[in-house]
């Protein structure tokens, strides 16, 4: 059984960086572009992307946390996201390692050593799309990482062609929470500045926190009775990757009894292998989550394959 390890991955990469990527800005590093035949990926979502491109084969080590695809699990690991060891990562002689933005130490270390990195941000979809993006074009990847671009700009077309006439539904948006207690206590929710509210918008929502100032922002039961969201998301990865009782958790949410959400029925727990990496997979949660907020909406002909 995999670790229910994504959501506190994700937090501690936003508390550590504010990050604005915008599609054109390619750094000077991809016009470096080799035959790379020995690459190392430091993150699930980079792993999930490297693969995607068709480079499954280039690939010779990944963190911990990568176990998708199935064959990623197979390769030699080299630590998590804030544990890498620079020793594992230097031993297996790599032509390039892929990592996050926030990873600027390890990055100086390596390239000190004369190996190659690549940089993506993750934290947002336009960065998430910049990094298929930017790393298509390092690879020499360009048509699989055009293919896959169009793709999500498909999909995205799809849910906002629906969605743009509606008016926006009042939503949470929750990444974590401690489950095994009978209150609901403090609850990570997705801010201002991540792939959840970028999801939630084009979807048709409005993120009913507002602060801009932090970038992981947790509030209380308190909290959330206070800005009384019309639907609640509950976002897990997919069973196998947690042990967390979704019974306790539905019962935790009807604790708030004078949330609108909670009285009109409108906490919606989604349990997906992709929903908390940051990959070119992230996407599929557009019209899921689009359909949650306006069921009233015909969804049968949206593009959900993979």
């Avoid at 934290?123 to 048509?143: D, P």
């Avoid at 935790?252 to 990496?277: K, M, P």
């Avoid at 949660?285 to 306006?294: F, G, S």
Wanted: overall charge negative; glycine content about 6%; charged content about 20%.
């Amino acid at each position: 059984m995999r670790r229910f390890w994504p959501l506190l991955v994700f937090i501690v990469m936003l508390v550590v960086i504010w990050l604005r990527p915008e599609l054109n800005q390619m750094t000077a590093e991809v016009q470096n572009k080799s035959n790379y035949q020995r690459i190392i990926s430091l993150s699930p979502s980079i792993t999930e992307t490297v693969y995607a491109l068709g480079l499954g084969d280039k690939l010779i080590a990944v963190t911990d946390y990568c176990d998708y695809p199935v064959a990623a699990q197979d390769l030699p690991k080299v630590g998590g996201y804030t544990d890498t060891s620079l020793e594992a990562v230097v031993a297996l002689q790599p032509d390039l390692v892929i990592m996050l933005k926030a990873q600027q130490k390890l990055r100086q270390q390596l390239e000190s050593l004369g190996i190659q990195t690549h940089q993506v941000d993750n934290s947002q979809l336009l960065g998430i799309q910049a990094g298929i993006a930017s790393i298509g074009q390092r690879t020499g990847s360009e048509k699989q990482a055009n293919l896959m671009l169009d793709a999500i700009k498909q999909q995205i077309e799809q849910v906002q062609a629906k969605v743009n006439d509606l008016s926006s539904v009042a939503t949470l948006v929750s990444i974590a929470h401690y489950v095994n207690d009978e209150q609901l206590d403090t609850v990570y929710v997705a801010g201002q500045h991540d792939f959840y509210n970028d999801l939630l918008k084009i979807a048709g929502g409005k993120n009913v926190y507002t602060g801009t100032h932090i970038m992981v922002p947790s509030v209380t039961a308190e909290g959330v009775i206070r800005m009384n969201p019309d639907v609640i998301i509950d976002v897990f990865p997919e069973a196998d990757d947690h042990n967390s009782d979704m019974d306790q958790v539905k019962r935790q949410w009807q604790t708030l009894a004078s949330v609108s959400a909670v009285q009109s029925g409108r906490v919606h727990i989604i349990q997906r292998d992709y929903a908390s990496v940051p990959g070119p997979r992230v996407f599929k949660l557009l019209p899921e989550i689009a359909e949650l907020l306006h069921p009233e909406i015909n969804w049968a002909d949206t593009e959900t394959d993979d």
